[in-house]
C-alpha cells in the first residue's frame, strides 16, 4: 500500500500502516535556555542564540510596521530604501562595500513585507567583527546617491514588468487583491510602477529618519559567540539611537473574507491558472498548529488525487502563510480546469465530513514535525523563525512550546479548522 492511498484509506477508517518517513526520530533544536535577550537602555530588543560549534553568524534586523508604514503613494519605499542603503554608505563607499563582502564571503539581503522588512547578514566566525561594522553602517549611515536609487529603481521595475508577464504572479496578485480589499494589506510592499517610480533619494532619507527609532527595530542573533560580545556590540552601535513610542496598530480583519469572489483574466497561455486565497488563523492563535498539520494533510491529498491517479496537474499545492492577518491559498495550473477543481473541493468536503483516526494522525503529525526540524538546521532559518515568532507569534518563546501544540492535535481539531476556514474562495 502507498503512502497516498494509506492516507485516504485513514480517513476511511480502515486499516492503516505508518507513514515510512515519520519513523525517523525528529531532531531536537537547541533548548530556550540556549536562546536569551535583552534590551538596551533606550529600548532595542535582542534575541541572542548561542549555537556553538558552527562557524556561521547569522544576523536579522527587523524594521517594524510594514504594510502599516506605506500607502498607495509611496508603497515599494521600503525595499527600494534597504536596497539602495547596500550601494553605499558614509564610512564604505560601494566599491569599497563590495569589495569587503566579497573578500570576506559575507552576505547582506534585505526585503520588504506585510508586516516587517529585514536587512539580514550572514558570515563566518572569523569575519564577524568586520561583517558587523558593515551591516551596521548599512543600517545606519546609508547615503542614497541618487545615481544608485535611479539604477535599483530600474531593477525593481523590470522585476515588477516581469512578474506581469508571468501567469502564476498575475494570478496570485489578482487573487490576493480579492481578500486585501479594504485591508492595509492591499498596498503591496514591493509596490508598483506608479507607486515607485517618482519616488527620490529625499523620500528614502526620510523614511529612514523615520524607521530609525528603536522601538520599531528588532535585532535576533544566531552563532557561536558569547552572549556578552554581542550585547556590546549592539549597545554600542545602537545606544544612542532614539527610542520613540512606535507601537503597531492591530490590523482589522480581512471585510470581504465571508465574501466569495471571482476574477477572470484571459490570457493567451498553454494552460489555465487557478488561485484561491482565504483566510487563516495567524501565528499567534490557537487554531494555528491544527491548520498546519491539516494544510500538510491536503497537500498530500491533492498530489494523490489531482496528479498522482488522475495526472490533471503537475503542480496543485496549499500554502499557509505567516501573517499578521493571516491567509492561505490553494493553487493548480491545469488544462482541465472543471475536472481540477471539483477534485480538489472534493478532497476537502472530504475532510470536512471525516474524522481521522487518533493513531494514524499521530504519525501524520510525526513526520510534519520532522519536515519542519529540517528546516531549521541553518543558523539563518532559525534566526528568521526566532524574529517571525517575536513579531508575529505572541514573543519567541513560543517558537518552542508551539511545538508541543502540534503534537497535541487531535483528529477532531482537524475536521474543526477544515470547516472553520477552507471556504468562501
Known sequence: MTFFSTLRALFLLTCFTALAFAQAAAPKLAPVN???????????????????????????????????????????????ALEV???????????????????????????????????????????????WALLTDVVLNPTFD?????????????????????????????????LYRSHPYFNRPTGTAASITPLTGADLRAWHAKMIETSKMLVVFVGDVPFADIKTKVETSFGKLAQGA??????????????????????????????????????????????????????????QEVRVKRNLSYGADVNLLALSSNAANMTV?????????????????????????????GNIISGFLTQYYTKLETNDAQAARLGEYEMLGGGWRRSFTWLEDVR?????????????YLKNF
Not at 570576506?104 to 513585507?113: P, Q, R
Not at 541618487?146 to 487573487?175: H, I, W
Not at 497535541?408 to 472553520?420: L, S
Open 146 to 178: 541618487e545615481k544608485e536609487v535611479a539604477l535599483v529603481k530600474e531593477r525593481l521595475l523590470s522585476a515588477l514588468r516581469q512578474e506581469n508577464d508571468d501567469p502564476d504572479s498575475t494570478v496570485a496578485s489578482a487573487s490576493d487583491k480579492l
Open 85 to 131: 542603503a547596500q550601494q553605499g554608505t558614509k564610512n564604505f563607499p560601494k566599491s569599497q562595500l563590495n569589495r569587503e563582502l566579497a573578500r570576506m564571503g559575507t552576505v547582506l539581503e534585505s526585503a520588504g513585507g506585510y508586516d516587517y522588512s529585514i536587512v539580514a547578514m550572514r558570515c563566518v566566525r572569523q569575519y564577524f567583527d568586520r561583517s
Open 333 to 361: 495550473t491545469t488544462q482541465k480546469p472543471n475536472e481540477t477543481v471539483r477534485v480538489m473541493f472534493e478532497q476537502i468536503d472530504f475532510l470536512q465530513k471525516q474524522i481521522i483516526r487518533e493513531e494514524p494522525l
Open 246 to 303: 512606535f507601537k503597531p496598530a492591530p490590523l482589522p480583519a480581512f471585510a470581504t473574507a465571508n465574501q466569495p469572489a471571482f476574477d477572470l483574466m484571459q490570457r493567451s497561455v498553454q494552460t489555465n491558472y487557478i488561485r484561491a486565497t482565504f483566510t487563516a488563523p495567524a501565528l499567534d492563535h490557537p487554531d494555528y498548529p491544527a491548520m498546519n498539520v491539516l494544510t500538510n494533510i491536503l497537500q498530500q491529498l491533492f498530489f
Open 408 to 420: 497535541k492535535v487531535k483528529p477532531e481539531d482537524i475536521q474543526r479548522v477544515a470547516k472553520a
Open 34 to 80: 540556549d536562546t536569551e535577550e535583552f534590551t538596551t537602555a533606550n529600548g532595542l530588543k535582542t534575541i541572542h542564540r548561542r549555537v556553538q560549534g558552527n562557524e556561521v553568524i547569522a544576523v536579522r534586523l527587523y524594521f517594524k510596521g510594514g504594510a502599516r508604514n506605506i500607502n498607495d503613494k509611496n508603497a515599494g519605499v521600503e525595499p527600494l
